[in-house]
C-alpha cells in the first residue's frame, strides 16, 4: 500500500461518530487503508466494533494497549500522510490548537507532519463560541484544511451552523487532497 493511501481517521465525541462509520465505509471501498482512532467520547457513541469491521484494522482508543514495542502513533505518522479528523469536537479543535497531546487521538495529530483535514461538528451556539472561532483561525494559519460546518439540522433539535459535511463531500476532499501529492 502506498503511502498516499494510508489514512489515519480520527473519530472524536460528537453525535456525528455515526457518520464516520460511513466515511470509513466510502473510503475502503475507494481502496484507502483506513487507521481509525476513536477519543474515549467517541466509543461512548459508536462501538469500536463498527470501525474494526468496516476498515479491518485494529483501531485505537489508547496509547497504552499496543502491543508493539514502539508508541503506535510514531509508527502510523511514517506511513500516513493524510490525518482525517471527523467529526472534530470543539474539545480536540482546541486541544490541538493548544499543542494538548493527552490521548491517543491528540497525541496522533502531534506527530502527525502531513496535511490534516478538520471536519467539526458542534452545535452552533459552540462553534460561535470566540474560543472555538480563535482556536480554528490558529490551525487555519498553521495550514490546517477546513471542511464545514454547514447550516443544517442539529441533534439539538436547531436549524443551524453547525453541521458536520456529509461523508461524501469529505470523500471528494479527500480525494482531492490525496490526488494533489500525486499517487504516492
Ligand atoms: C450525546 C453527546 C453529543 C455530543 N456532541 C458533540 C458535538 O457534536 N460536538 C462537540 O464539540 N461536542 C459534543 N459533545 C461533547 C463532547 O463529547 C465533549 O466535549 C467531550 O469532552 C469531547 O471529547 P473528545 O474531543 O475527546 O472526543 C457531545 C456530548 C454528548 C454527551
Known amino acids: 500500500m502506498s503511502e498516499g493511501r494510508n489514512i489515519v481517521l480520527g473519530v ?29 467520547s467517541a466509543t461512548r457513541l459508536v462501538g ?16 497504552w494497549e499496543l502491543p508493539e514495542w514502539q508508541p503506535g502513533h510514531i509508527e502510523l505518522a511514517r506511513k500516513a500522510s493524510l ?12 486541544k490541538i490548537a ?20 478538520v471536519a467539526p461538528a458542534m452545535n452552533a451556539r459552540m462553534w460561535r463560541n470566540p474560543a472555538v472561532r480563535d482556536n480554528c483561525g490558529k490551525l487555519m494559519k498553521r495550514g490546517l484544511v477546513f471542511i464545514g460546518p454547514g447550516k443544517g439540522s442539529l441533534a439539538c433539535g436547531d436549524e443551524d451552523d453547525g453541521r458536520m459535511s456529509e461523508p461524501v463531500e469529505i470523500l471528494a476532499r479527500i480525494k482531492e487532497l490525496t490526488r494533489k501529492r500525486g499517487p504516492g
Do not use: Q
Not at 15 to 39: C, G, H, P, W
Not at 49 to 60: A, I
Not at 104 to 111: C, D, P
Open 83 to 94: 490525518l482525517v479528523i471527523a467529526p472534530a469536537t470543539a474539545n480536540i479543535i482546541g
Open 48 to 63: 469500536e466494533r463498527t470501525f474494526f469491521t468496516l476498515s479491518r484494522n485494529k483501531v485505537v482508543t489508547s496509547l
Open 98 to 117: 493548544s499543542g494538548i497531546a493527552d490521548d491517543a487521538l491528540s497525541t496522533y495529530a502531534m506527530s502527525h507532519s502531513g496535511t490534516i483535514l
Open 12 to 40: 472524536a465525541g460528537s453525535i456525528a461518530a455515526y457518520k464516520a462509520a460511513d466515511l470509513t465505509s466510502r473510503l475502503v471501498k475507494e481502496k484507502f487503508n483506513v487507521t481509525v482512532i476513536m477519543t474515549e
